[in-house]
């Protein structure tokens, strides 16, 4: 029997472990690594190559679709499966073009996560019966167009949407430039190019895009405690947690 070689993402420590048991119970999955947050997420999957990346979706520092993105271009060969709380056309459709394969909600975990799973590292593709239900109630009963009246953040590069993420938690422009590993006057610039591309030129708009389009929840705006995660990150360089 083959044995699927999988990179497992959620910000909460108790939700991995839950996974986890069920994942690895199953007998033809193997967690190769851990993460705790997208930018993790990212290192983690250049390192190990795994065959299936499960991202939780609301993460810090990157969520999951711009985690996911970012996968997709740099392991092109990993298959990328998103867990989510959230139904809502908007979140499964950025997904979709993040690259994701498959998408099924945590209510609806567990045969279904480890169908998903199989499904998804043969090649094929995965999506909760409740989300399509859903989404098809939404098709039928609005327009298509009615997905919460902004932008995509999809418009926005891989970079000004990892910059916006991490102003609407509250970063400021220093430790941006640290949890990026870039200068100070980089991540300016940066912020300066995203500011003029959404006509957004205080931080309380900025936040409220970040709300509004997912890439960040609203609860974890602005009061995310920024501080102690940069300098962890920082100086510890760590991209995934140990297995």
């Known amino acids: 029997m083959k044995t699927i070689r999988l990179l497992l993402v959620d910000d909460h420590a108790i939700v991995r472990a839950g996974l986890r048991a069920l994942l690895e119970a199953a007998g033809d999955i193997r967690i190769i690594g851990e993460a705790e947050n997208g930018r993790q ?24 679709v711009e985690a996911a993105r970012q996968i997709a271009r740099k392991v092109p060969t990993a298959k990328l ?15 979709v073009e993040a690259g994701v394969a498959g998408y099924v909600m945590k209510e ?20 909760s019966p409740p989300l399509l239900n859903h989404l098809l109630t939404e098709w039928r ?62 931080i309380a708009p900025l936040t409220r895009y970040a709300v509004s389009t997912g890439v960040v929840e609203s609860n974890r705006a602005p009061n995310w ?19």
């Open 41 to 64: 997420a990212v290192g983690a999957a250049e390192r190990l190559r795994p065959e299936v990346v499960l991202l939780d979706l609301a993460m810090p520092l990157l969520n999951g």
């Open 81 to 95: 499966l998103m867990l989510s709380s959230y139904g809502d056309a908007q979140h499964l459709l950025q997904a």
């Open 108 to 127: 609806s975990a567990g045969e279904q996560l480890l169908e998903a799973v199989r499904e998804t590292a043969n090649g094929g593709v995965y999506f």
């Open 141 to 202: 009963e609005g327009p298509r167009t009615g997905r919460g009246g902004t932008d995509k953040p999809a418009t926005l590069s891989w970079r000004h949407a990892e910059v916006l993420q991490l102003i609407a938690e509250g970063y400021c422009t220093k430790q941006i430039a640290a949890l990026l590993f870039i200068s100070k006057k980089t991540a300016e610039r940066h912020r300066f190019q995203l500011m003029r591309k959404l006509n957004m030129h205080k």
């Open 225 to 243: 405690p920024a501080t102690p995660v940069a300098a962890h990150l920082h100086k510890s360089g760590k991209h995934a947690l140990p297995i």
